[in-house]
């Protein structure tokens, strides 16, 4: 089992960036395939980037390809989302997922194939 406590959110303007992250606990952290997803208000929970256990893998939703990368460290337990050209369509709660993968190249963009999930953290994009 494992938990997730992400941090980094804030209010940034129109075209700036933010580095999300998200701390895992246990001695497990490198065992879990990682995701980032976001919600807005009224809105569905949107997949935004996954990343396989190694980190060799990578997947991005369309609405945020070469503008945000994920990343993450074993060492530090932490997976990480960096935001750049951020947008006001890019306002939403963002949170990081994770579980254990089938084979260790697997990631997913399905809600419902992860089974932990932190608590969220809100982004604002100021136009």
């Known amino acids: 089992q494992v938990q997730l406590l992400e941090s980094g959110g804030g209010l940034v303007q129109a075209g700036g960036s933010l580095i999300l992250s998200c701390a895992g606990s246990?001695?497990?952290?490198?065992?879990?395939?990682m995701g980032w997803f976001r919600q807005a208000p009224g809105k569905e929970r949107e997949f935004v980037a996954a990343?396989?256990?190694?980190?060799?893998?990578?997947y991005y939703g369309d609405s945020v390809k070469a503008r945000f990368t994920i990343t993450r460290d074993n060492a530090k337990n932490t997976v990480y989302l960096q935001m750049h050209s951020l947008r006001p369509e890019d306002t939403a709660v963002y949170y990081c997922a994770a579980r254990r993968p089938v084979w260790y190249g697997d990631i997913y963009d399905s809600e419902g194939s992860y089974d932990y999930w932190g608590q969220g953290t809100q982004v604002t994009v100021s136009s």
């Open positions: 246990g001695r497990t952290f490198s065992s879990y395939s």
């Open positions: 990343m396989s256990l190694s980190g060799s893998n990578q």
